[in-house]
Each structure stands twice: as structure tokens, then as C-alpha cells.
């Protein structure tokens, strides 16, 4: 069992202590337990902590659509190359978007290598200070993720706004969770029987927004935290719910997620943003999914700023991230694994992203 070096999480990583859970998940279990784990970071975690080494064969386990890399689909990832390619302007992105190829294999890497003025940041802040520096250039941000990342990028729009920045804008490719997680369940081909939500959105989002998981599909989840043992507590609380046929939404990660989430994220997403249908890589259209610029700010909305609300382009041939997204496909199942898709060589986001399941799978060898 891998530990790390911050001690505040050696407990959470403690051996001792994710045996006595996985022994009570074993004592616990009363069939088999194929679980989806929603969220990117569990899958790394899963697989670099050697979790599945522990839990017994009954426990079975998928990934799902929580890599919002992953999931930005085709036709946004070619809206930003196409944006790198307009003279003047500045595209700012978090590296992860770098190297994702559109049908044609073209990056925002690649367009760097062309010229394109691309730059990474590590905070959507920098987009202001960028702006403030290059008043005579289009700076975009590339807005990517879930509601984790989204209210840091509301705040930045809201500044932007008051600072009358003109020529910054945003490129939302923000997606909800919840209504993703309903129309897998809605599916007929989705075969799980419990889900192990994502920390990180819960934080903003609260429990309330997994209501309907219990009452409409009788399927039981529990959010969770990254750290082993908070993981094998998700997977205990589920075991529990399954054994006593009462599903609900559990919180197994209490020291980072309040039920009722953080109310000033939420506030500023519901002031910057407007909720509507939304494209996601292999799942395709999910009603009230999507978030996009409110009125207020739709002078700040690059899809509408360079003219690209029209723009298509489908997944590159023969790759099959929409099908392992879904929990239908195990990477090492898809023809171009190990061979024409690698990390130094991408045919789809899974295997880019640092939370892609494929890029999991190849560094870890599970």
C-alpha cells in the first residue's frame, strides 16, 4: 500500500487500517458488488494504490464519466483549435487540453508548434492578468470540468465584467454531473450496482443534487474521498446499503463535504452561469447538462464572440473512450490500446488526461 509523504493523510493511506475495512466489507457482502466509481481521481487512486488487490472477487469495478477531460467532446475540442488558429488571439488552457487530438489528429499542442499563441495556466486568474497585459489581443480561457473547477471560472468571468475586461473571454465547456449520472441510470445497458461519487463536486454541490439516485433508480452511493481508506469507507457504506435494501445517498468523506455543499460556489455559479443541454463525449446530448454565460455576460461568451456555435467534428477513427466512459469497454478491451493509442501518442482523451481510465490502465498495468 503506497503512502505518501504529507502526514496529515498517512492516516487514510494506513495498511492496518484498510485491511480492517476491506475484512469488513468481505464480512459485510452479500453478492456480488460491481460498482462505478464516478470520478477520474478514484480511478487513479484505485489502481495506484493497489485497492483492488485487497477487496474480494465479488467486488467488481468500473470507471465512469468523472474526467472532465475526458469528456469535453469532440466538437469543443476542434472549437479550441479552431480559436488558436485566429490571429490575435490568445488561447489559455490547464495542460491537459494540450495534447487531445481532433479527428484529423491536430492539437493545441501541434497548433503551438505552428505558431499559435497557446499558454497553460494553473489558475483561471491568470486569464486576468493576461488580459490586463495583452490589451490589444483576444485572450480566451478554455473553460473545462465539473462543478469543481466551474465556480473558480465564474468568479474570474464576474471580474472580468466589473473590470470591463473586453478583451477576455470564455470558452464553456463546463459540465453537471448529476444529470450525467441520470442518464446512465436511465440507460438500459449500464449493468452496476452502486455508485462511489465524486469528492472534489460534491464539496461545491452538497448530497441534496444525488437525491434522485435512491428514489428513481434504487441504486445506492456514497461520496467519497481519495485516500485509500477513505475509498474502502465509500465501498463499506455501500456494501451496508445493499445488505439492508435501503439505497440513499451516504457521505463518506465528511471532513471535506458538507451536506449541503458550499453555498458561496454555488451562488456564484447560479449568477454567471445558466444551465442547458450539453454534448458529452460518448454519452452524447444530456439535457441540463451544460453550463453556459448567463444574459448578464453573454458579451463574454467565445462561442458566440468568434463565431463558433456551428462548429462540428466527430471522434477520431477507430477510438473508443465514449464506451469505456460508459463502463461498457475496459480499457485494455479497445484495438488501439498499447498500439495505436498510447501516452506519447493519444488517439483519445482517456489516454491524455492524468484521470483518463486508459492512461491508468497503461502506467499501472492492471
Not at 493511506?13 to 456480488?32: K, N, Q, S, V
Not at 445558466?274 to 453550463?291: C, H, K, N, Y
Request: with cysteine; aromatic share 6%; net charge neutral.
Amino acid at each position: 500500500m503506497e503512502t505518501r509523504g504529507d502526514t496529515r493523510m498517512q492516516g487514510y493511506a494506513d495498511p492496518g487500517l484498510c485491511r480492517e475495512l476491506a475484512d469488513r466489507i468481505r464480512a459485510a457482502l452479500t453478492g456480488r458488488l460491481r460498482f462505478m466509481e464516478v470520478c477520474g481521481t478514484h480511478t487513479v487512486s484505485i489502481y495506484r494504490s493497489g485497492l483492488r488487490s485487497l477487496l474480494p472477487p465479488e467486488v467488481e469495478h468500473v470507471s465512469g464519466p468523472g474526467c472532465p477531460v475526458c469528456v469535453t467532446h469532440a466538437r469543443e475540442i476542434a472549437a479550441c483549435i479552431a480559436l488558436a488558429r485566429i490571429p490575435g488571439v490568445i488561447v489559455l488552457t490547464f495542460g491537459d487540453m494540450m495534447r487531445i487530438p481532433d479527428s484529423r489528429g491536430m492539437s493545441l499542442q501541434q497548433a503551438k508548434a505552428r505558431g499559435a499563441d497557446v499558454r497553460i495556466c494553473y489558475s483561471p486568474a491568470e486569464a486576468l492578468q493576461l488580459a490586463r497585459a495583452n490589451p490589444d489581443q483576444e485572450v480566451v480561457f478554455l473553460g473545462v470540468g465539473f462543478e469543481t473547477t466551474a465556480p473558480a471560472v465564474a468568479a474570474v468571468v464576474k471580474q472580468a465584467g466589473q473590470n470591463g475586461l473586453d478583451n477576455l473571454s470564455l470558452l464553456s465547456c463546463h459540465k453537471r454531473i448529476p444529470p450525467a449520472l441520470g442518464h446512465l441510470l436511465a440507460g438500459r445497458d449500464l449493468d452496476v450496482d452502486a455508485l462511489l461519487l465524486p469528492g472534489h463536486v460534491s464539496t461545491v454541490i452538497g448530497l441534496g443534487p444525488y437525491s434522485f439516485l435512491g428514489r428513481e433508480f434504487g441504486i445506492p452511493s456514497a461520496v467519497s474521498g481519495f485516500e485509500p481508506a477513505d475509498i474502502l469507507m465509500g465501498l463499506y457504506s455501500l456494501v451496508r446499503q445493499q445488505e439492508k435494501q435501503k439505497p440513499e445517498v451516504i457521505n463518506a468523506y465528511p471532513r471535506a463535504v458538507k451536506d449541503q455543499g458550499n453555498r458561496a460556489a454555488q451562488a456564484v455559479l447560479e449568477e454567471v452561469f445558466d444551465s442547458g443541454p450539453a454534448q458529452w463525449r460518448g454519452l452524447g446530448r444530456i439535457e441540463d447538462s451544460g453550463l453556459y454565460l448567463a444574459p448578464e455576460y453573454s458579451g463574454l461568451d467565445a462561442w458566440k464572440r468568434f463565431g463558433l456555435e456551428d462548429i462540428e467534428d466527430r471522434e477520431p477513427p477507430g477510438c473508443r473512450c465514449g464506451e469505456v466512459l460508459k463502463g461498457k469497454l475496459h480499457p485494455r478491451q479497445c484495438p488501439l490500446f498499447g498500439a495505436g493509442c498510447t501516452p506519447s501518442r493519444p488517439a483519445g482523451p482517456c489516454m491524455v488526461s492524468t484521470e483518463g481510465s486508459c492512461a491508468a490502465v497503461f502506467k499501472y498495468g492492471m
